[in-house]
């Protein structure tokens, strides 16, 4: 059994030759190889799979699979509630 979540761009970035895109699950945000997915572009929201985006789904679509989850944080109105970008993916690469 393999399992897919649902999560939106919120940045996409070139590290060494591969699409990266910061991804927000919720309340959480990790980096996400893009490359399987070539038109992913920010405010998208992505099926991923192990660090990898495996394809695109709608809004209602992915909202449907947090409130099946019971993973939502939802406000008075209803609407799942996600973070605006903030600063860009930084990770410190050492030289080889």
Avoid: C
């Amino acid at each position: 059994m393999s399992v897919e979540l649902p999560g939106r761009i919120l940045e996409i970035q070139v590290v060494r030759n591969n699409r990266l895109g910061l991804v927000q699950f919720g309340d959480t945000r990790r980096p996400i190889f893009l490359d399987l997915v070539a038109d992913a572009k920010v405010g998208d929201w992505v099926t991923v799979h192990v660090g990898f985006a495996t394809g695109k789904v709608s809004e209602p679509e992915a909202l449907a699979a947090y409130a099946e989850l019971g993973a939502t944080q939802e406000t008075a109105e209803g609407d799942l509630q996600l973070e605006e970008a903030g600063p860009a993916m930084r990770r410190r690469v050492k030289p080889r």
